[in-house]
């Protein structure tokens, strides 16, 4: 388990990076110039902060798993804090996604379907991982 779990990590490290390069396009790709228009300026900037906090997240966790790399393999306590906290964000967006979202509030065409799928699919990766990773390392493991 601790040769997939080095493998695995990079892989998740790297992959919330992945992520950064499709939020990115959302702005453009969803229209959000002329959709904020019609929100008031504190809405709007709320919109725009949320989002930037959104991507503070993304980069910390991708960089965090990446430099933190050796303390998750161990085990150490802060790291599988760090483990299962990021295990739930991802768990509670896919969740998010499926309760919350209904198919017909996403944007129509192949491009986006193929988006949402892939992305969900990454999510779903980046969950798995860190929930494994930590039922691994405080239920599973010999002397853990």
Known sequence: MQRI????????????????FASFQVPYRLGWKQDLQQLRAFNRKLLWVQSGFTVLTIIAFGTLTLALHAEFLRGDRAALGLAGFIGIYWTTRILVDTIYF???????????????VL??????????SYVGLFIWQVWLRPNG
Not at 102 to 116: E, I, K, N, Q
């Open 5 to 20: 779990f080095n493998i695995d990590l990079w892989l998740v490290g790297v992959a919330h990076f992945v992520i950064l």
């Open 119 to 128: 992305l969900t699919l990454l999510f779903s990766f980046l969950a798995a």
């Open 102 to 116: 209904s198919h017909a509030d996403w944007p129509t065409g192949a491009s986006f379907l193929v988006g949402h």
